[in-house]
Nanobody
Framework: QVTLVESGGGSVQTGGSLTLSCVIYGGTYNPYYMGWFRQTPNKGREGIATMINRGSPVKYSTAVKGRFTIYQGGSTFFLQMNNLKPEDTAVYYC???????????????????WGQGTQVTVSP
């Protein structure tokens, strides 16, 4: 049984920073890709960052490039978020997958997993 457990969300002011964490529980589970998505009522769920397990980042969305960094430490991967803006307010999800779609984790029951989501709120 594989579970992704997120933490680190919260409320900050514009220009602040947060770091999200995603711990992979699941014994020998070793995904090829790890990534982060975010979801708002207006935009739906969008991919924002992807990396190769024990490798390098693959893609950042235009909206976060230069401000967010995805990285890994063992079975935990992180999203460092700097210079946060009100438009970054969303529920953030971590994800793993064996495949990518448009540069972001392609998560299906057969290919990967989602975290439970964590709220990030950025006030003006």
């Amino acid at each position: 049984q594989v579970t992704l457990v997120e933490s680190g969300g919260g409320s900050v002011q514009t220009g602040g920073s947060l770091t999200l964490s995603c711990v992979i529980y699941g014994g020998t589970y070793n995904p090829y890709y790890m990534g982060w998505f975010r979801q708002t009522p207006n935009k739906g769920r969008e991919g924002i960052a992807t990396m190769i397990n024990r490798g390098s980042p693959v893609k950042y969305s235009t909206a976060v490039k230069g401000r967010f960094t995805i990285y890994q430490g063992g079975s935990t991967f992180f999203l460092q978020m700097n210079n946060l803006k009100p438009e970054d307010t969303a529920v953030y999800y971590c994800a793993t997958s064996e495949y990518l779609h448009d540069g972001y984790c392609d998560v299906t029951p057969a290919t990967g997993y989602w975290g439970q989501g964590t709220q990030v709120t950025v006030s003006p």
